[in-house]
Nanobody, 122 residues
């Protein structure tokens, strides 16, 4: 099972990036998925989650109104649209998937991607 994250890079503050995470080896269409990040010197934190149906999303307070999580169940892929980026968004971003079939969180994630680096310059 692999979760391949892509789309990271260097962007100026105020800019946008779209992260993608394509899963292979098994389907995650019936489970919640999420994005996490780890900034330099900090612990990993949850950024956004999305239920198996896509109807329920949650966001960290620090990204509400700027980031949007979405998924394409047919493509076994989850996305993170990041707008109005700030230097404090600089981190390695990880996607995660699992078998949480319920609509509302909290969710459990047993599968993790390798991460993609996002660097926001001021």
């Amino acid at each position: 099972v692999q979760l391949q994250a892509s789309g990271g890079g260097l962007v100026r503050a105020g800019g946008s990036l779209r992260l993608s995470c394509a899963a292979s080896g098994r389907s995650f269409s019936r489970g919640a998925m999420g994005w996490f990040r780890r900034a330099p010197g900090k612990e990993r934190e949850v950024v956004a989650t999305i239920s198996w149906s896509g109807a329920t999303t949650t966001y960290a307070d620090s990204v509400k109104g700027r980031f949007t999580i979405s998924r394409d169940r047919a493509k076994n892929t989850v996305y993170l649209q990041m707008d109005s980026l700030k230097p404090e968004d600089t981190a390695v971003y990880y996607c995660a998937g699992g078998d949480s079939t319920w609509e509302d969180g909290p969710y459990e994630f047993g599968y993790w991607g390798q991460g993609t680096l996002v660097t926001v310059s001021s």
